[in-house]
């Protein structure tokens, strides 16, 4: 809200830095495991949680809020850590991650739940923008597909111990802890970070964009409920869906105009006139988000429900998408330095991602373990060369003093991505539930209540209504992943209009971030 002094030019670090780089990067990485793991950590305990709370019918909920404020939370801190030091905006964001985990592990009502997953997600997508900026800014852009090409492996990483670890402390300790296992992490994270983390003064100040700051959460919020009612809560035409659409629209009208006249705009109109930077924006919008994030929240409900895995169980299947996804996503982090591989690297990701999801869509109940390893395998490969590519293409298409609210709008549009996807996947899925339920079972007959329906207690129907029931996933399942198909075609799409060799910085800009990464003595 104030203005700061005139920005200096980055002066020489006090005192060599590369010794401590090891000690930074992990305390980088303490920050990025649960800031990704959380995104999916709760998908293989959300039966027992609905089943705990009472609230199967808002469990899209338990992911979808966490997804939005972190949207929010991208755009947000993008902006503000080039305006005020990225140091002080990263500890913010640990601070604010740490209270949403421990409110979410001590909540009692699934609506304390999702009030808590709210402020998590804030925190996560501060946190999560905040640190891909720090590497933007010690790492010169020649250099840092490879270094994204790392962390992008952490993702998967975390992805896979967290449904693992999710289903196994759910089993043994409760599904509370882990939420609460965050806790000594990111703890010791702000400890590095504090102590460790020495950046150049490039801090500019000026004036915050609450104005547009406020537009864009609105207008997010307006889509992710209009998509997540329709169709499910409440009917397509109800005035509730209806007045959802009609507040997004005019949020974004209000979000064109101010941004246009915003001194610091939290999502610069510049970046919408490069095509490069807008084909991102939507790969990531509907590959790394949409369908990613809807894909790993809701198949551990097809394997628990469907082929009788555990929580522990469900979370080691996915074993077959991320591994493939870590592999694949170091493999293209060294592959894309040169120029003209990004585009190759992105319509291949969308098309695998794409041929993926449609075979998903075919499993039923009698789908074998190992064809449907095979082909959350084949999701896994296209979701390793989406991973980082097309962040790493956006803030090499940005000007030095925009990298970190370019950094913040791409994964803005992941995450609004992926609370769309998985509040639309959500509500497809639970009405194609209720729906085959009530076509299947007679209205005289006693129905099982699907908003409280948990492993066990599926477990304990009669034979013909587990039939049912299972059938009733399968369908809801199938119609999720045809969903995703069809986003997986419109990705594809955007890939090939990606300019080929479109990610050299324009006016110098790669000269001021090597100046950067000189300044702090970083060599990647």
């Known amino acids: 809200m104030s203005n700061a002094p005139a920005p200096e030019a980055p002066?020489?670090?006090?005192?060599?830095?590369?010794?401590?780089?090891?000690?930074?990067?992990?305390?980088?990485?303490?920050?990025?495991?649960?800031?990704?793991?959380?995104?999916?950590?709760?998908?293989?305990?959300?039966?027992?949680?609905?089943?705990?709370?009472?609230?199967?019918?808002?469990?899209?909920?338990?992911?979808?809020?966490?997804?939005?404020?972190?949207?929010?939370?991208?755009?947000?801190?993008?902006?503000?850590?080039?305006?005020?030091?990225?140091?002080?905006?990263?500890?913010?964001?640990?601070?604010?991650?740490?209270?949403?985990?421990?409110?979410?592990?001590?909540?009692?009502?699934?609506?304390?739940?999702?009030?808590?997953?709210a402020v998590q997600g804030l925190g996560a997508g501060m946190t999560f923008t905040t640190l891909l900026a720090v590497i933007a800014d010690v790492v010169p852009p020649e250099r840092r597909s490879r270094v994204m090409g790392l962390l992008g492996a952490i993702a998967p990483v975390s992805m896979i111990i967290g449904p693992w670890v999710g289903g196994v402390i759910t089993e043994s300790l409760g599904w509370r802890w882990i939420f609460l296992l965050n806790l000594p992490l990111v703890a010791l994270s702000i400890v590095g970070v504090a102590t460790l983390l020495h950046l150049p003064a490039r801090a500019r100040g000026g004036r915050i964009d609450l104005a547009g700051l406020l537009a864009v959460s609105v207008a997010?919020?307006?889509?992710?409920?209009?998509?997540?009612?329709?169709?499910?809560?409440?009917?397509?035409?109800?005035?509730?869906?209806?007045?959802?659409?009609?507040?997004?629209?005019?949020?974004?009208?209000?979000?064109?105009?101010?941004?246009?006249?915003?001194?610091?705009?939290?999502?610069?109109?510049?970046?919408?006139?490069?095509?490069?930077?807008?084909?991102?924006?939507?790969?990531?919008?509907?590959?790394?988000?949409?369908?990613?994030?809807?894909?790993?929240?809701?198949?551990?409900?097809?394997?628990?429900?469907?082929?009788?895995?555990?929580?522990?169980?469900?979370?080691?299947?996915?074993?077959?998408?991320?591994?493939?996804?870590?592999?694949?996503?170091?493999?293209?982090?060294?592959?894309?330095?040169?120029?003209?591989?990004?585009?190759?690297?992105?319509?291949?990701?969308?098309?695998?991602?794409?041929?993926?999801?449609?075979?998903m869509a075919t499993m039923d109940a009698g789908t074998s373990a190992w064809l449907t390893a095979a082909f959350m395998a084949l999701v896994g490969v296209g979701v390793g060369l989406l991973f980082q590519t097309p962040t790493v293409l956006v803030q090499n298409s940005a000007p030095a003093d925009e990298v970190g609210a370019a950094t913040g709008a791409a994964g803005f549009m992941r995450m609004i991505g992926g609370a769309v996807g998985v509040g639309a996947f959500g509500a497809l899925f639970s009405s194609t539930l209720t729906g085959y339920v009530a076509d299947h079972v007679p209205a005289a007959q006693s129905r099982p209540d699907v908003t409280a329906l948990t492993p066990e207690a599926l477990a304990g129907l009669p034979a013909a209504l587990r039939s049912v029931v299972s059938g009733a996933v399968v369908a809801g399942s199938s119609a999720l992943f045809w969903a995703a198909t069809a986003a997986g075609l419109i990705a594809v799409v955007a890939a090939v209009f990606v300019p080929r060799g479109a990610t050299a910085p324009a006016d110098g800009d790669g000269a001021a971030d090597q100046s950067v990464a000189e300044a702090v003595r970083v060599d990647a």
């Open 11 to 117: 002066p020489a670090a006090a005192e060599p830095t590369a010794p401590r780089l090891p000690l930074i990067i992990v305390s980088l990485v303490l920050a990025l495991v649960p800031v990704q793991l959380d995104g999916l950590v709760a998908a293989t305990a959300v039966p027992t949680i609905a089943g705990e709370l009472g609230g199967f019918d808002r469990i899209a909920w338990i992911a979808t809020a966490f997804l939005l404020t972190m949207a929010i939370g991208t755009v947000l801190a993008g902006r503000l850590g080039d305006m005020f030091g990225r140091r002080t905006m990263l500890l913010v964001a640990l601070g604010t991650f740490f209270v949403g985990s421990l409110g979410s592990g001590v909540s009692t009502s699934m609506g304390e739940l999702v009030g808590s997953r």
């Open 220 to 359: 997010s919020s307006g889509v992710v409920l209009a998509v997540t009612w329709g169709g499910h809560e409440y009917a397509w035409a109800s005035w509730q869906v209806l007045g959802a659409v009609i507040v997004a629209i005019v949020a974004l009208v209000v979000l064109v105009v101010v941004e246009r006249r915003a001194e610091n705009p939290v999502l610069p109109p510049t970046l919408f006139r490069n095509r490069a930077v807008v084909a991102s924006f939507v790969v990531v919008f509907l590959g790394t988000g949409a369908i990613m994030l809807g894909t790993m929240n809701y198949l551990p409900l097809f394997l628990q429900l469907v082929q009788g895995r555990s929580a522990s169980s469900s979370g080691l299947l996915l074993l077959p998408m991320l591994l493939p996804a870590i592999a694949t996503a170091v493999v293209t982090g060294a592959w894309t330095s040169r120029p003209e591989r990004f585009r190759t690297a992105m319509v291949a990701g969308t098309a695998l991602l794409t041929a993926g999801s449609a075979l």
